[in-house]
């Protein structure tokens, strides 16, 4: 069975051709592919170039040619997304909090066996000193701000500014040992 996509495909396969060309290319009737071309001429696929092609005395045939699709861009812009910035987490205001759901069910069966209760107090007395942890930390950024003094970095942010220098540097070396010839 013939369909709109088939017909497409060699359309590109093709570039220019006659209905006559299409369908013995295809190995179809003529007949059958009226239609089609109708429909890549009306989807903008292909044109009519306005000149025909005389087949063996069987009469002057259109001759139809691929529209080509425009160019894509040539350009990508490359930006670090502003969370890969260094320093963004730093001046970051807290936006919500984890959500932690826990129903009546779900409490039952967590508790339901030997140890458990302890076990969930003690975890839900490290979330408490997590989160007053994070508020100091955020409190004494705000302060650090409002001072006007420069946030200051973390030593995985150091390294890991140390290590983008090195990488540049080698790079550098490498690009001035290579020879021209």
Do not use: C
Not at 112 to 122: C, L, M
Not at 168 to 178: D, G, I, L, P, W
């Amino acid at each position: 069975m013939l369909t709109y996509d088939e017909t497409r495909h060699w359309s590109y396969w093709l570039r220019i051709f006659t209905p006559t060309d299409m369908a013995r290319a295809m190995g179809v009737p003529e007949e059958s592919i009226e239609g089609f071309i109708t429909g890549l001429i009306r989807n903008g696929t292909i044109e009519d170039t306005g000149d025909t092609d005389q087949m063996n005395g069987s009469g002057e045939q259109p001759i139809y040619a691929l529209i080509p699709l425009p160019p894509g861009p040539r350009h990508h812009p490359h930006k670090l997304p502003p969370e890969r910035v260094v320093g963004y987490s730093e001046v970051l205001s807290p936006r919500g909090l984890p959500i932690r759901i826990r129903s009546e069910r779900d409490m039952r069966r967590i508790l339901s066996t030997s140890g458990a209760r302890s076990k969930h107090v003690q975890r839900e007395k490290r979330y408490q000193k997590m989160i007053e942890a994070q508020e100091k930390k955020l409190a004494a950024q705000a302060r650090r701000l409002a001072e006007g003094k420069k946030a200051t970095k973390t030593s995985k942010q150091k390294a890991a500014d140390q290590a983008a220098r090195q990488r540049s540097e080698k790079r550098k070396q490498k690009r001035a040992n290579v020879e021209v010839w």
